[in-house]
């Protein structure tokens, strides 16, 4: 049940979280689309996938055992397995190819605020066409295309 509410809790507040994006003023969205997938497929030759399958510690359960006169003592107890998972170990490595590549190209990374409800129905649909000059009040907008960056004020 906890896990459930945690999990529930992380959904609704990512839609609160920043968005980081690579950022170069004036450029048209098509050009960033281009510079974007040549940067993730130069990163990801450099620095291919390389998933290691790995295995959390095992954990000891004991057993707990009371009696009809609320005394209690452990007896005994089984072994959990550590769960098995996958890393991939060149992810970091990866991500700064395409920032190096991102930067050779003249964008910088850039965190900004998801705008607000009423700001983002009142934008127009689909990605910016051309990336504005930011501003303090500038915020971005998730679409299906990519992004829209609104600079309000």
Known sequence: MRASLVAMACVFLSGCLPVSTYYA???????????DTACDVQALRDAPVANQTRQSAPRYIPRRVCNA????????????????????????LRARVKGLCMNDRGYAPVELPIC?????????PGPSP?????????????????????TQG
Do not use: H, M, Q
Not at 25 to 35: I, L, N, Q, T, W
Not at 69 to 92: H, K, L, R
Not at 116 to 124: D, K, L, Y
């Open 25 to 35: 003023e004036g450029v048209s969205a098509a050009k960033f689309a281009r510079d």
């Open 69 to 92: 006169a609320g005394n209690c003592y452990t007896s005994g107890g089984y072994w959990v397995p550590g769960e098995i998972y996958t890393v991939d170990v060149n992810a970091s």
């Open 116 to 124: 607000p409800r009423g700001v983002a129905a009142a934008a127009p």
């Open 130 to 150: 051309v990336l504005p000059r930011l501003n303090p009040n500038s915020c971005a907008i998730k679409t299906d295309g990519g992004l829209r960056i609104v």
